[in-house]
């Protein structure tokens, strides 16, 4: 997660760069966006595998649905243009 929130930091959201203070609230709400992120990849192919969908279809749409909720939560919430000053 490290290392992911910092090459976002400097490529995806390069001109929103976080900085100094902010870069440390944004790494926190990064790991809490993405840990929640996780426990969804689980619950959602838990729950469809016990639907009786194979495991690896299960798993797929775990992962699909967690990869969005982690882009638009981190998006808004740890690189959103209302965050505090960015310096």
């Known amino acids: 997660m490290t290392s ?3 090459l976002n930091n400097v490529f995806t959201y390069g001109d929103q760069r976080l900085r100094g203070r902010a870069m440390w609230r944004g790494l926190s709400s990064f790991y809490l966006a993405c840990g929640l992120g996780a426990i969804i990849n689980l619950a959602v192919a838990d729950w469809l595998y016990l639907m009786s969908v194979s495991y690896w279809v299960a798993g797929l749409a775990g992962a699909m649905i967690a990869a969005v ?4 939560t981190t998006a808004s919430v740890t690189w959103s243009e209302s ?3 960015k310096n």
């Open 83 to 85: 965050s505090d000053v």
């Open 4 to 6: 992911n929130f910092f």
């Open 69 to 72: 909720w982690n882009f638009f």
